[in-house]
């Protein structure tokens, strides 16, 4: 089983900026993609960033220029670094990994419990 944890998220002011953590821990033989969604009140989920093994990148439209992910593959943690929030980004956020388990080559979506930022306009 894996767990993914995050933290980082809180309350900032417009303009300000938040980073987001997600590690995952457990018995798994690789993590390919990670990424990070968020889901706002009333919305559905949405992918914000992710990245590859080999760290090629992904970005929402809305984010490009204010967001950077990024991650360690030693402590199997990925980051958001986020920049410039707006009131927009209000959400809670998610951490979402794409694990291999075993040898047998199967990948498994995991989720992580969310996390909380909301901007003050």
């Known amino acids: 089983q894996v767990q993914l944890v995050e933290s980082g998220g809180g309350l900032v002011q417009a303009g300000g900026s938040l980073r987001l953590s997600c590690a995952a821990s457990?018995?798994?033989?690789?993590?390919?993609?990670m990424g990070w969604y968020r889901q706002a009140p009333g919305k559905q989920r949405e992918l914000v960033a992710d990245?590859?093994?080999?760290?090629?990148?992904s970005y929402a439209d809305s984010v490009k220029g204010r967001f950077t992910i990024s991650r360690d593959n030693a402590k199997n943690t990925v980051y958001l670094q986020m920049n410039s929030l707006k009131a927009e980004d209000t959400a809670v956020y998610y951490c979402?990994?794409?694990?291999?388990?075993?040898?047998?080559?199967?990948?498994?979506?995991?989720w992580g419990q969310g996390t909380q930022v909301t901007v003050s306009s």
């Open positions: 990245i590859g093994s080999s760290d090629s990148t």
């Open positions: 457990g018995r798994f033989f690789s993590i390919n993609k």
């Open positions: 979402n990994a794409h694990v291999r388990s075993g040898a047998i080559v199967i990948y498994s979506d995991y």
